[in-house]
Nanobody, 125 residues
């Protein structure tokens, strides 16, 4: 049974950092691309970052480049989203998602098969 469980969300002030974790089980992480998405109230879900299964390909949405870093620990089967210099506009529920794909890394939510339940991030000004 495929499972993705996010954790690490919370309430922080502008400029602070958070690290989100996506714990995976039920599939071989090294065969899957993992992406982070977020959805703020009243807005569409948007891609934040993704990391391909092979060859280290990583993509970031423009607004988080230079502030967010995603990386994976294949031994622990966890994918992380390190979020630095947080801004109020980063406030959203953050989701991780998995797609069986060795090489590509997409930021389209419709491309992903498995989803976690989300973790809430609130950044106060």
């Amino acid at each position: 049974q495929v499972q993705l469980v996010e954790s690490g969300g919370g309430l922080v002030q502008s400029g602070e950092s958070l690290r989100l974790s996506c714990a995976t089980s039920g599939f071989t992480l090294d065969n899957y691309a993992i992406a982070w998405f977020r959805q703020a109230p009243g807005k569409e879900r948007e891609g934040v970052s993704c990391i391909a299964a092979r060859y280290g390909r990583i993509n970031y949405e423009d607004s988080v480049k230079g502030r967010f870093t995603t990386f994976r620990d294949s031994v622990k089967k966890v994918v992380y989203l390190q979020m630095d210099s947080l801004k109020p506009e980063d406030t959203a529920t953050y989701y991780c998602a998995a797609r069986a794909d060795f090489y590509s890394c997409l930021l389209r939510p419709q491309s992903y098969t498995y989803w976690g339940q989300g973790t809430q991030v609130i950044v106060s000004s």
